[in-house]
């Protein structure tokens, strides 16, 4: 029962409490350039779940049964990241094939998330943590879905901007800048929610 609750304690944790964006700062690029359309950022919120969840997996087992025991561990980030990088190839011929529309929306922002930092992040804080293979892909699953929480929100949060009156010189990107500053402070009072 302990094991259980810890499970769902990471996986609210990494939802709410240390959000990727939100509360350790990773993954800003797509954040801002993927949302300004909701479905746009459903859309990168899919993609990111899905090399996150994977990407968390292949990492934990290329860690511990690659590189520890050949004592290589030094090369941990090189190794993550070609992981990530095969694994972000294979979701954009996937989402080429099956959405062409979804990837023409995502643009240069799906081959991006091979350098987005919230992927690499969770693949070396699983690491550090010492999750377990089942924390490991529960913590990758809950981060991934706090970066489409947030995306999302904040897509949403766009779009509506666009038709208020907003003075000239916050228009575009500053007031993008001042909601997602906003979006941080909510996201802080979560903080308190998990000791």
Do not use: W
């Not at 080429?96 to 995502?106: G, R």
């Amino acid at each position: 029962m302990e094991y259980v609750s810890k499970i769902f304690l990471i996986l609210l944790s990494s939802i709410l409490v240390n959000n990727f964006i939100m509360s350790r700062f990773l993954g800003i690029c797509p954040f801002l350039g993927v949302s300004k359309r909701v479905s746009t950022a459903v859309g990168m919120g899919a993609a990111v779940t899905f090399v996150i969840a994977m990407a968390s997996l292949i990492t934990y087992l290329a860690h511990y049964f690659i590189l520890v025991p050949l004592k290589i561990e030094y090369m941990q980030t090189l190794a993550f990241i070609l992981i990530i990088a095969a694994l972000v190839q294979f979701v954009e011929m996937v989402i080429q094939k099956t959405s062409p529309s979804l990837y023409q929306a995502l643009g240069v922002y799906l081959p991006l998330i091979t350098t987005n930092c919230a992927v690499l992040g969770v693949a070396i804080l699983n690491i550090e943590e010492k999750y377990d293979l089942l924390q490991t892909l529960v913590n990758g699953i809950g981060g991934a879905l706090g970066f489409t929480l947030a995306i999302v929100l904040f897509a949403g949060i766009r779009e509506r901007l666009e038709s208020a009156d907003i003075p000239e010189p916050f228009k575009g990107f500053p007031i993008a800048m001042i909601t997602a500053g906003l979006m941080s402070v909510a996201f802080l009072g979560f903080q308190g929610l998990i000791k």
